[in-house]
Structures are given as structure tokens and as C-alpha cells.
């Protein structure tokens, strides 16, 4: 979710929580799988595979399972499942447009289980396109602080293409172009400066503000579409302030 108040912050430390316990584990090796299917088991050659793999590892993931994953998806070794990518759209309480990115062997349960969570928590599925428009597909690197300012990280990718240097708190979000994605990450390799994540992401061109009521609300779809392992991301145009976000928790 995207937003650069206190919901980015929260969602960046949920994540590493998250990742903690196990919980986005299978998600990190399907990426790593889906990748290597489909731009070759070779990182040095792959971006999308490279950048998969240091999420994994940088989230605990052990390393047999990132290696079996890479060999499953190059073809190097039986059993790769026929990932699918899928958007569904869709409605929060308050207004809020969902984006939600599936990556599964079986469309017909990843749709059960989006609309089951959407619905039963206040919010309506939308038609293709109906909210999709109100995102654009950006490149987000998270850069952790440790030992690294805020100038560094401009200055080792001003000239790679990147748009934004946003503080998250405990690590800065390099937002680019998605074609400018693998060119900024080699900016900040060539700097020595060490980055948590880079992908792809859908940001929100307009975002809508929300009261405590629906704050509470949006959350409690986001959770329940997370628990899903359908369900690789949830996009929000949600703008949930500093305030509010103290009081929830």
C-alpha cells in the first residue's frame, strides 16, 4: 500500500514481521519460481529472478528452498506448478479503489477467495478496469537507513531515472519508472549501498483520506485478502494519517 505518512511505514514493518513468521514465505519462493520461468534460470542474466532471490534470502527464506524454486521455474528440475498472474479490482469502505494481484494454479479458487474476503468485510468487487486506472505501474526499491542518509541514496540515483527519495522511517522507497528499475538498482549497487527490495509496484495517482471508522475497515480487507495464498499484493489508493494510524495501532 502506498502513501508516504505513517500506512507506508506500517506496511513496510508489517511486511518484515510478516516474513518473520513464515507467513510470506510461499509467496517469496513463487516469485522466484514465476521468474525464472519466465526470463531463464540464470539471475546474472535475469533481473526480475535476481531481485526475487535477494528478497527471499533477505526475508529468511532458507536457501534450498530459493534454489529448488529457481530450478523448478528454469525447467532444471519436476514439479513447477503453472503459476498464473490475475488483477481483480474492487471497492473499500470510504471509497477506497483495490488492486489486488494474484499469482495462482487455479483462477477459479483465487477468485472465490478475493471476493470472499472483499465482500465480507464491507467492500464490492469492481469490472476490469473500473479502478485500475487510478494506479500507475512504478519500480520501488526499499533502501534500509543503516549506515546510509537520505543525500547518499539521492545522489546514487539521480541520474538512473529515479522520480522520488521518500522517508519511511526505517528505510527510504526509491520510487522510478518501472523500466527504470533494473538501472536504479545497479545505481545503488554501484554505490555500495545495500537495498532490501526492488519491484514493481502499482502506486496511486489520487488517494483518498480516511476517518478512523474506515481506516479500521480497509485494514481488515487488506488482512483478510493477505491471508489468502492467492493473493501476492494489495494495492490501495488509501491515505490513512499519522493520527489515525497511532490510535489503530
Given at each position: 500500500?502506498?502513501?508516504?505518512?505513517?500506512?507506508?511505514?506500517?506496511?513496510?514493518?508489517?511486511?518484515?514481521?510478516?516474513?518473520?513468521r513464515g507467513k510470506l514465505?510461499?509467496k517469496l519462493i513463487k516469485?522466484?519460481?514465476?521468474?525464472?520461468?519466465?526470463?531463464?534460470?540464470?539471475?546474472?542474466?535475469?533481473?526480475?529472478?535476481?531481485?526475487?532471490?535477494?528478497?527471499?534470502?533477505?526475508?529468511?527464506?532458507?536457501?534450498?528452498?530459493?534454489?529448488?524454486?529457481?530450478?523448478?521455474g528454469a525447467g532444471e528440475?519436476?514439479?513447477?506448478?503453472?503459476?498464473?498472474?490475475?488483477?481483480?479490482?474492487?471497492?473499500?469502505?470510504?471509497?477506497?479503489?483495490?488492486?489486488?494481484?494474484?499469482?495462482?494454479?487455479?483462477?477459479?479458487?483465487?477468485?472465490?477467495?478475493?471476493?470472499?474476503?472483499?465482500?465480507?468485510?464491507?467492500?464490492?468487487?469492481?469490472?476490469?478496469?473500473?479502478?485500475?486506472?487510478?494506479?500507475?505501474?512504478?519500480?520501488?526499491?526499499?533502501?534500509?537507513?543503516?549506515?546510509?542518509?537520505?543525500?547518499?541514496?539521492?545522489?546514487?540515483?539521480?541520474?538512473?531515472?529515479?522520480?522520488?527519495?521518500?522517508?519511511?522511517?526505517?528505510?527510504?522507497?526509491?520510487?522510478?519508472?518501472?523500466?527504470?528499475?533494473?538501472?536504479?538498482?545497479?545505481?545503488?549497487?554501484?554505490?555500495?549501498?545495500?537495498?532490501?527490495?526492488?519491484?514493481?509496484?502499482?502506486?496511486?495517482?489520487?488517494?483518498?483520506?480516511?476517518?478512523?471508522?474506515?481506516?479500521?475497515?480497509?485494514?481488515?480487507?487488506?488482512?483478510?485478502?493477505?491471508?489468502?495464498?492467492?493473493?501476492?499484493?494489495?494495492?490501495?489508493?488509501?491515505?490513512?494519517?499519522?493520527?489515525?494510524?497511532?490510535?489503530?495501532?
Amino acid at each position: 500500500m502506498s502513501g508516504h505518512s505513517k500506512w507506508a511505514t506500517t506496511k513496510h514493518k508489517k511486511a518484515v514481521i510478516d516474513a518473520k513468521r513464515g507467513k510470506l514465505f510461499a509467496k517469496l519462493i513463487k516469485n522466484v519460481e514465476v521468474a525464472a520461468r519466465t526470463g531463464g534460470g540464470d539471475p546474472d542474466g535475469n533481473p526480475t529472478l535476481y531481485d526475487a532471490i535477494q528478497k527471499a534470502r533477505k526475508n529468511s527464506v532458507p536457501l534450498d528452498n530459493i534454489e529448488r524454486a529457481r530450478k523448478r521455474g528454469a525447467g532444471e528440475e519436476a514439479g513447477g506448478a503453472d503459476w498464473q498472474t490475475i488483477m481483480y479490482e474492487g471497492y473499500a469502505p470510504g471509497g477506497v479503489a483495490l488492486l489486488v494481484e494474484c499469482l495462482t494454479d487455479n483462477r477459479n479458487r483465487a477468485a472465490s477467495e478475493v471476493r470472499v474476503a472483499v465482500t465480507r468485510n464491507g467492500g464490492s468487487m469492481a469490472d476490469a478496469g473500473s479502478v485500475s486506472y487510478l494506479f500507475n505501474r512504478k519500480g520501488v526499491v526499499i533502501v534500509p537507513k543503516e549506515g546510509t542518509s537520505e543525500d547518499d541514496v539521492m545522489l546514487a540515483v539521480a541520474d538512473a531515472g529515479a522520480e522520488d527519495v521518500n522517508d519511511l522511517g526505517e528505510a527510504f522507497e526509491v520510487v522510478c519508472e518501472a523500466t527504470d528499475l533494473v538501472a536504479v538498482r545497479a545505481a545503488l549497487q554501484e554505490a555500495g549501498i545495500d537495498y532490501e527490495s526492488a519491484e514493481t509496484n502499482f502506486l496511486p495517482s489520487m488517494e483518498v483520506p480516511l476517518d478512523e471508522e474506515n481506516a479500521k475497515k480497509v485494514l481488515r480487507i487488506v488482512d483478510a485478502l493477505e491471508d489468502s495464498d492467492d493473493v501476492q499484493n494489495v494495492f490501495t489508493n488509501a491515505d490513512i494519517p499519522d493520527e489515525i494510524m497511532e490510535k489503530i495501532g
